[in-house]
């Protein structure tokens, strides 16, 4: 039995951030409000906006800045750009990572 010591199993890039990043791809730039204006309706139309808007918008937020930290997303002023060749690549890791999560 291969089992993680601690209990805890690791998490993989969710609803949320497939969102933002397939969001970012179609178009590269965007305030925040309109950002996630456009993502909450997605995930309604998914029926995956759980949670209130509130707890939504604030875990939006913060992928959005995991994927600035992660140099995939380049915030200038109020706008957020994809950086689109990163945020490709990015996009591809996550599904080959939601693929193998898949498998298990």
Not at 8 to 25: H, M, N, Q, W
């Amino acid at each position: 039995m291969n089992q993680n010591p601690s209990g805890f199993s690791r998490r993989g890039p969710d609803i949320i951030t497939e969102e933002l990043v397939a969001v970012l791809l179609e178009k590269n730039s965007f305030e925040f409000k309109a950002l996630f204006e456009v993502i909450h309706a997605n995930l309604r139309a998914r029926n995956a906006a759980s949670g209130g808007e509130e707890m939504l918008r604030l875990r939006a937020y913060e992928k959005l800045q995991a994927l600035v930290g992660a140099g995939v997303v380049k915030k200038t002023g109020k706008q957020y750009q994809s950086i689109d060749l990163a945020l490709i690549a990015f996009n591809i890791r996550m599904k080959e990572f939601r693929a193998k999560m898949v498998k298990r």
